[in-house]
């Protein structure tokens, strides 16, 4: 696969992200979830994800919400991690949760997986 290929599959993922994200109430809930994944990163999951739909000629329209619940999964973890080390900052920025308690920052870890599968 090309680099350029790569850079598009990329693109493509950050741009399904944007146009896709949690929507409810309470907003408590729902603007943390959207904030967690908005603070960056490498995005090599889903972008594997999406390589692995490519070389078996996949469709990528029908492989972004798989290749989304890769990344929503990891960003759960993460969230958990910051729960179990009690850590306020992730990727050099507050995690959004900082202000919350430990049982809304579980809550809110769990609901974003929850909203995926």
């Given at each position: ?88 900052v992730r990727r050099g920025s507050t995690n959004g949760t ?20």
């Amino acid at each position: 696969m090309m680099n350029s290929q790569i850079q598009n599959l990329q693109e493509s993922y950050l741009q399904y992200l944007k146009e896709n994200p949690f929507v409810g109430n309470p907003k408590n809930l729902y603007d943390p979830m959207n904030y967690i994944l908005s603070l960056g990163g490498k995005r090599i999951r889903p972008l594997l994800s999406l390589i692995g739909n490519q070389s078996a000629n996949g469709d990528i329209k029908s492989a972004m919400p798989i290749a989304h619940l890769v990344e929503v999964f990891h960003n759960f973890s993460l969230v958990h991690d910051d729960i179990m080390d009690r850590a306020d900052v992730r990727r050099g920025s507050t995690n959004g949760t900082h202000q919350m308690g430990y049982a809304h920052r579980h809550i809110i870890g769990r609901q974003s997986l929850g909203e995926d599968l």
